[in-house]
């Protein structure tokens, strides 16, 4: 008789399972694993609730339906903006790759070199000033017609 008693009793550890898996599966940075397996999962969690309801245990079936229902959309929410800042953000190692080409491209003897040459130049033309002009020339005779 003991037995009977067992094999009715409401699945409540099951409905939690199932909205824990389904919400592990929503913060995944995993495209595809939220859409296809978490809500299934998360729709057999609220069924699962609806089921510990009608065996009689109301509040340990109403929790996991209200999460069910409210916390599952904003978990999901949290998940999409994780995959989506995954996508967006470049990695940091293609970040070091792009620092450390430029680190050589800096050390690198001719771009030394060129800088040098364009540092002289600019220094011998500041050193020079504006050419003089000759004191003792002629004015430009005016264009005739």
Same mark, same amino acid.
């Given at each position: 008789?003991?037995?009977?008693?067992?094999?009715?009793?409401?699945?409540?550890?099951?409905?939690?399972?199932?909205?824990?898996?389904?919400?592990?599966?929503?913060?995944?940075?995993?495209?595809?694993?939220?859409?296809?397996?978490?809500?299934?999962?998360?729709?057999?969690?609220?069924?699962?609730?609806?089921?510990?309801?009608?065996?009689?245990?109301?509040?340990?079936?109403?929790?996991?339906?209200?999460?069910?229902?409210?916390?599952?959309?904003?978990?999901?929410?949290?998940?999409?903006?994780?995959?989506?800042?995954?996508?967006?953000?470049?990695?940091?190692?293609?970040?070091?790759?792009?620092?450390?080409?430029?680190?050589?491209?800096?050390?690198?003897?001719?771009?030394?070199?060129?800088? #040098?040459? *364009?540092? @002289? =130049?600019? !220094?011998? %033309?500041? /050193?020079?000033?504006? #050419?003089? *002009?000759? @004191? =003792?020339? !002629?004015? %430009?005779? /005016?264009?005739?017609?």
């Amino acid at each position: 008789m003991n037995a009977a008693v067992d094999s009715r009793t409401a699945p409540v550890t099951a409905t939690w399972i199932c909205l824990g898996i389904a919400w592990l599966l929503f913060l995944l940075p995993v495209p595809g694993a939220a859409m296809f397996v978490g809500w299934p999962l998360n729709l057999v969690a609220f069924i699962l609730s609806i089921v510990v309801i009608t065996r009689g245990r109301t509040v340990a079936g109403l929790i996991p339906l209200l999460s069910s229902i409210i916390a599952s959309p904003v978990i999901y929410l949290i998940g999409l903006a994780i995959l989506a800042s995954m996508i967006a953000a470049p990695s940091y190692q293609g970040y070091q790759e792009r620092a450390g080409a430029a680190a050589q491209l800096q050390q690198s003897p001719a771009m030394q070199a060129a800088d #040098a040459a *364009a540092e @002289a =130049d600019a !220094a011998a %033309t500041a /050193a020079e000033g504006p #050419a003089p *002009a000759p @004191a =003792d020339s !002629a004015p %430009t005779p /005016a264009p005739t017609r």
